[in-house]
């Protein structure tokens, strides 16, 4: 008995060996760094090492339908309007605070004329250099490219302030809208985890 349990013990040693030797011969993985992705590896919401913002919307709805816990024919008519209330909600809210957190009114954060960058002085994400800008980015735009000429005066800076002003307090009508159409299609549920997510009031 006592020989067969030191075979065993030898046995297990010279597996332990083994092992030890194969994951020190094994090379890491190609671009990994302490679980990492590297330069050439995609990580979430990214596509070719850069971000991409459409990826990483379709993720975030994904995530969303599921705690929302809609089924596909539920979500076909809920996504849509879902989407809808959150750019709305991004129009009204999130985009002053943008201008600055993007370049602000000029230096490095771009320059008047210069149609590939942002409403707030960035450059667009990747993917969106080519959309169409909504009435609140382009009086935003507006009213940056007077901001950065020396010689505005006050009453253009004036008027292009009404005009982001009112084009703001319409896309503040049309959320009030857009909220409505999406509560008709949800459970009380639904509406109360979106009211706690900050969609609805």
Avoid at 15 to 35: F, T
Avoid at 62 to 70: N, P
Avoid at 72 to 94: H, Y
């Amino acid at each position: 008995m006592q020989k067969k349990v030191i075979t065993i013990a030898a046995v297990a040693c010279v597996l332990a060996l083994v092992i030890a030797g194969l994951s020190i011969a094994q090379p890491p993985a190609r671009g990994s760094r302490g679980g990492q992705a590297g330069p050439g590896q995609r990580g979430p919401g990214q596509r070719g090492g850069q971000f991409d913002p459409a990826q990483m919307q379709q993720r975030m709805m994904e995530r969303m339908k599921e705690q929302l816990g809609a089924s596909d024919a539920e979500w076909k008519i809920m996504g849509p309007r879902l989407t809808k209330v959150m750019e709305l909600n991004r129009q009204t809210s999130g985009m002053g605070r943008g201008m600055m957190m993007f370049g602000g009114f000029g230096g490095r954060g771009g320059r008047p004329g210069d149609t590939s960058r942002g409403p707030g002085g960035g450059r667009e994400p990747r993917g969106q250099t080519n959309r169409q800008l909504t009435p609140v980015e382009t009086a935003m735009q507006a009213l940056r490219t007077t901001l950065q000429d020396e010689s505005a005066s006050p009453e253009q800076i004036k008027n292009q302030l009404t005009a982001l002003r009112a084009a703001r307090e319409k896309a503040q009508q049309n959320l009030a809208v857009a909220q409505q159409e999406l509560r008709q299609i949800l459970t009380m549920r639904q509406e109360a985890m979106l009211v706690l997510m900050g969609m609805l009031k």
